[in-house]
């Protein structure tokens, strides 16, 4: 089973993107901060990372160095999704 990370501090769209992916058939981990991400990011092995551009704690831009130089072989999405929810 594929392994996908969701790191999106947005609860509602976190659980959205969590259950259309677990419906699909993949694997999904969840992380709404940038410190949980990289506890996710040492912890989990992710065939890809959908990650938020603003994040509580970690610039986005820290986080995405931060999977792309712990994982080499992963192929990383990096997304800008406007949420109605803020």
Not at 43 to 71: C, K, M
Request: glycine residues 4%; hydrophobic residues 40%; charged residues 20%.
């Amino acid at each position: 089973m594929k392994q996908i990370l969701i790191v999106e501090d947005e609860i509602i769209m976190n659980k959205i993107l969590s259950n259309i992916l677990l419906a699909e058939g993949y694997g999904v981990t969840s992380a709404h901060t940038a410190e949980k991400a990289r506890r996710c990011f040492r912890s989990t092995v992710n065939d890809l990372a959908i990650l938020d551009i603003s994040l509580p704690n970690g610039s986005d831009y820290e986080t995405f160095t931060y999977y792309t130089s712990s994982q080499s072989n992963l192929f990383l999405s990096y997304w800008h999704i406007n949420t109605p929810f803020r």
